[in-house]
Each structure stands twice: as structure tokens, then as C-alpha cells.
């Protein structure tokens, strides 16, 4: 078996073995739904039943896509990565014949796969329950892959943002960032259609609408496969920077001490 | 065969606002294959730095070094392949799995055949008596049964040079012993050179046969360990507590340094008088409650060092 691949292995394993913290996402995930679905039935009924063209379940079915793609990835990804950079630890991992950023991420993905299938299995019965059937069963077909890539796509982010640390020492900064710009542009609070249209423009210029933004569209119901060729191209770029900013730093390591 | 080796070496370190910090300072030696050598310093003295040059995780300010042939931090992948770390404070083991599921992963990293892995973490197992442990999470695992299954992972891949950096950190006094003798039945039976770091005396005297002794990033003393035995290492700290406090200790051979209440410290010269004489004598002569014996710190050899005749 190819390293990357055990190393996806690996992780899809650890997290399946701490059942606690899968239990503790998916219920907090429960509640996101549970308020969603409250504050958005206010504002589309406030609004004559459509909002840019999004009707309430079209908009929860939204809002399960987007919010299960980015909660699929650690929360302080960011900021562990560059601890582990600035401890030194990294250092450590550096001790392998193997891509450090390229194992790295590919047992982050095995994590994120495990709590994929959870919270989508779960989100989507929750949905359902909820506002009923999505706006096209395909669509919801198309989703998963979307959330799989949008899931990877942050990974990729989150590698490149942390890599920061091995210049700064510290990925605080960044990370804070970098959550901002995953919850607005990337549009886990709203779909990018109902941001003002210049920030809606600058918005679907930017990688980050493929984290949340594109699953969430596909789910309310656009099955369209150019979004996940959209997802695949800033994938590619992403994964590119994550790898250019690993080999960049660590070139430039500076671990005093033991 | 030259497993190691450095030419003065050397790494400083920018601080923001302030002066650099010269972390090695122009270190030269060589380490034959299969050798035993202690690298030692108090903290701060340079030895994880020089490690990290030399395993290619640091690229040095200047100065020259190959590792079995290669240049550590221009191919430190291909390097990799052929070394082993252990790294007393940092784990390579994943706590919610077993060490069985990371020698695993380890394994597919250094493309062991499946056969190979099986036959080794056989070997390994019987070898560092671990064999009941690889399918324990590694969160059950004690800080000794863990360093086990690390020295374990560290040699999956039968590196041809360990570097093993304060592995004894934090064992206990059995778990110290017991590990120590495994790294020399490593070195015995698979002939790995071992490079070991430790600011443990005790670690050198049972594990070595040759030490470098390092302070401030400078090379200060490097011959065989026998040799430092007899003229660095020829004395003994006693710590002992009485029933009653005593007016005094007066024992052939120790010299008293401290004496508070009922307990006393007492320096032995192991060279004027074997320390089981001296020990017999205090426990015929004194009502002895408890007493631990102890190497000399290592600042103190450091000390005698810098005090030697040049």
C-alpha cells in the first residue's frame, strides 16, 4: 500500500476509534441545523418564500452541505499546525523518507472522510426531517463528492495558512484569518448569491467558495458538474501552495533546543 | 567504514532584536560504524542542535557533514531511509492507536514487504521483550512500555545509524537500566552505530564506549569512555538520612559537603575507596534510615574538564 494511503488509512482509523469526539461534532451539528432552520424560515418567510432565488428547503439543504464540508476538517487545524511547526515537532516528522505536508494531509483527509460520512449520514436524515425532501435527489447524489472535495480543498488551505509558522513561529494570526475568510467568502454563513455584489464578486474569485459555497449550491438543488470541475482546478492550486510552503520552510527551520 | 561526520560544523541562530546565538560552534569528529558514542552536554550546550545537522532537519551556518556517505540536509529523504531518531520527548507513536497500527504506517513509509515487517517486529519484539504491547493503545502504555515501542518503530526500517536523543528521559531507575541494555544489544546484535545524547552520567558509563563531551557548541573532550571513567568519573554522591540527626559523619574515604538535621550528603572518591566499603562502614557505624546513590552531575564534569592540566 502506497504511504499516503496507509497515512489515510491511519487517520480514518483514529478517529473512528474516539467515538466521544465524533459524538460531540455531530450533536453540536444537530444544533446548527436545529437554529438554521429557525433563523432562515424567519428571513425567507420575511422575504415572500424565495430569497435570490433560494426557497427554504433549498436554503437548509444549503445550509447541511456547507456546514458538514467544513466541519469535516479539525476546527484549530490552522493553529495545530503551526504549533506543531513552532514545538517542533514537525521537525520530527521531517525524520521520514516521505513528503512531510503531502502524509500529513492525506491522514488529516482519512479524519475528515470518517466524520464525513457521520455527520452527512446524519445532517441529511436531520434535513429531511426538518424542511423534507431536497430539491433534487441527483443533487444530493453530487453533494457528496462536493463535500469530499471542499473538505480537501480546506486541508490544502489550512497546510498553506499553517505553514506560515515556520517563518512566524505561530499560526494564531493566520488562523483567525484564514476562519473568517472560510465563514464569509467561502459562504458557510450564507450562500455568496445574497452578499452584496461587489463581496459576492471578490467572493467567487477566491478558493475558499469551494469549501462550503459549492456543496451548499449543489445540495440546494444545481447539480451541475462544472462546480466540481471548479472544486478540482483551486484543489490542484491549493495543494500546490500547501506543498511550495512545506518545502519553502523547511528549508528555512529554526528549532533550537531539544 | 566512517558512519558519521562533522567538520566544524557550526550553527548560529538569528534572535529578533538581539544578539545571534551560536548554538554549535565549530564541532569536528567522526564516528566509526558500529560504534557506541555519547554525546553529552548540560542543557543548552548544542547536542540536539548538532543532531538535528546532522539528520538533516537543520541546515548548518557553515562547516561540513556526511552521514553514511550523504550530506544530511541536501538529501535528508534519502537519508532517512537509512537512519533511525528516538527522540525522548517527542513521540512518533499515534495515542489513540496501537503501536502495532503506526508500525503499520511505518512500515508502507520505508516500503517494508509485508513478509519483511512481520519477520522484524517478530525479531524486534522478542529483542526488546515488546511483543505484548503492540496491540495496547498506546494511551495505556507506561512511559517505559511506551520508549519500548518507540525503540521499536525507530528500528522497523534496520537503520544502519540510530540517533537516539535523551531517551531516558523521565524512566524510572528499572525502566532506565532495562532500556539502556536494549540499545546495547541493538548495537551487539545488529551492528547499528549509535549516536546517543544524555545529560544522564549513567547513561554514557552503561550504553557508551566512547564520548564526546560538548559545552557552549564547543567540542571539549572526546576520548574513550573507560578513560573518562578514571579520570572524570571518580566519585560517587551519597544522600542519606539518619534516625537521629548526627554531631557529625566522619567515614574513611567520603568527604562530608552537607549536613541538615538527620540527613547528610557525602561525597565518595571512589579511587581512594571502593563505594560498597564506604557504604558498609556508614551502615555499621550510623542508624541509616535511607540512602541513594548517585553519580556526580554532569556540570561538575564539565567543570573538572575546564580544570584539567592542558
Not at chain 2, 99 to 107: D, K, S, Y
Request: net charge positive.
Amino acid at each position: 500500500m502506497n504511504p499516503y494511503l496507509a497515512g489515510w488509512r491511519l487517520g480514518f482509523l483514529r478517529t473512528i476509534r474516539s467515538p466521544g469526539d465524533m459524538s460531540v461534532r455531530i450533536g453540536f451539528f444537530a444544533i446548527i441545523l436545529v437554529v438554521m432552520t429557525a433563523l432562515w424560515t424567519a428571513a425567507v418567510d420575511a422575504n415572500g418564500g424565495s430569497l435570490h432565488g433560494y426557497t427554504r428547503t433549498s436554503l437548509l439543504w444549503y445550509v447541511f452541505a456547507a456546514q458538514t464540508a467544513v466541519l469535516g476538517v479539525r476546527p484549530r487545524s490552522v493553529e495545530e499546525i503551526g504549533d506543531e511547526i513552532g514545538s517542533g515537532t514537525v521537525a520530527v516528522q521531517m525524520l521520514r523518507p516521505v513528503s512531510v505536508v503531502g502524509l500529513r494531509m492525506s491522514i488529516d483527509m482519512g479524519e475528515a472522510c470518517a466524520r464525513l460520512i457521520a455527520s452527512f449520514t446524519v445532517g441529511a436524515l436531520l434535513t429531511w426531517l426538518f424542511v423534507g425532501a431536497p430539491p433534487s435527489l441527483p443533487a444530493l447524489g453530487l453533494t457528496a463528492p462536493a463535500v469530499v472535495l471542499g473538505c480537501a480543498a480546506n486541508i490544502a488551505s489550512c497546510h498553506a495558512f499553517g505553514g506560515v509558522a515556520f517563518w512566524l513561529l505561530d499560526a494564531k494570526a493566520s488562523w483567525f484569518f484564514f476562519q473568517k475568510l472560510v465563514f464569509l467568502p467561502g459562504g458557510m454563513l450564507i450562500p455568496l448569491e445574497l452578499l452584496p455584489r461587489p463581496l459576492e464578486l471578490i467572493s467567487f474569485a477566491l478558493p475558499f467558495a469551494t469549501m462550503a459555497y459549492v456543496p451548499g449550491r449543489i445540495a440546494a438543488g444545481h447539480p451541475d458538474p462544472l462546480l466540481l470541475l471548479w472544486q478540482l482546478g483551486w484543489l490542484a492550486v491549493l495543494l500546490g501552495m500547501a506543498g511550495a510552503v512545506f518545502a519553502a520552510g523547511e528549508r528555512r527551520l529554526q528549532v533550537m533546543g531539544g | 567504514m566512517i558512519a558519521i561526520e562533522a567538520r566544524e560544523l557550526r550553527k548560529t541562530f538569528p534572535v529578533r532584536r538581539g544578539e545571534p546565538v551560536e548554538a554549535v560552534a565549530g564541532i569536528s569528529f567522526a564516528v566509526e560504524a558500529g560504534e557506541r558514542l555519547a554525546y553529552i552536554g548540560p542543557n543548552g550546550a548544542g547536542k540536539s542542535t548538532s543532531i538535528k545537522m546532522l539528520t538533516g532537519i537543520l541546515h548548518p551556518t557553515s562547516g561540513d557533514a556526511a552521514v553514511l556517505g550523504i550530506v544530511p540536509w541536501k538529501k535528508r529523504r534519502e537519508l532517512a531511509a537509512r537512519i533511525g531518531t528516538l527522540f525522548g520527548q517527542r513521540s512518533q507513536l499515534w495515542y489513540q492507536l496501537t503501536p502495532r497500527q503506526t508500525f503499520g504506517l511505518l512500515g508502507r513509509i520505508y516500503r517494508i514487504p509485508a513478509d519483511e515487517e512481520r519477520r522484524r517486529l517478530a525479531r524486534l519484539g522478542e529483542l526488546l521483550d515488546a511483543t505484548q504491547l503492540f496491540d495496547q493503545p498506546v494511551r495505556g502504555l507506561s512511559l517505559g512500555q511506551r520508549m519500548r515501542c518507540e525503540l521499536v518503530a525507530s528500528m522497523l526500517h534496520a537503520p544502519e545509524v540510530l540517533f537516539l536523543d535523551e531517551p531516558t528521559i523521565g524512566l524510572d531507575l528499572v525502566a532506565k537500566a532495562r532500556f539502556r541494555d536494549l540499545i546495547v544489544r541493538i548495537n551487539e546484535e545488529q551492528g547499528t552505530t549509535i549516536l546517543l545524547t544524555s545529560h544522564d552520567v549513567s547513561d554514557i558509563e552503561q550504553v557508551a564506549r566512547r564520548v564526546i563531551v560538548i559545552n557552549h557548541g564547543r567540542l571539549i573532550y572526546d576520548d574513550r569512555v573507560s578513560v573518562m571513567r578514571r579520570a572524570l568519573l571518580g566519585t560517587k554522591m551519597l544522600d542519606v538520612r539518619f534516625e537521629q540527626p548526627p554531631a557529625s559523619v566522619e567515614v574513611e574515604g567520603a568527604r562530608l559537603v552537607k549536613l541538615s538535621g538527620a540527613g547528610a550528603k557525602l561525597v565518595v572518591d571512589t579511587g581512594r575507596r571502593p563505594i560498597r566499603s564506604v557504604l558498609d562502614d556508614l551502615l555499621d557505624r550510623y542508624d541509616v534510615v535511607d540512602i541513594s546513590v548517585a553519580d556526580p552531575p554532569l556540570e561538575e564534569i564539565v567543570s573538572h574538564i575546564y580544570a584539567r592540566p592542558v
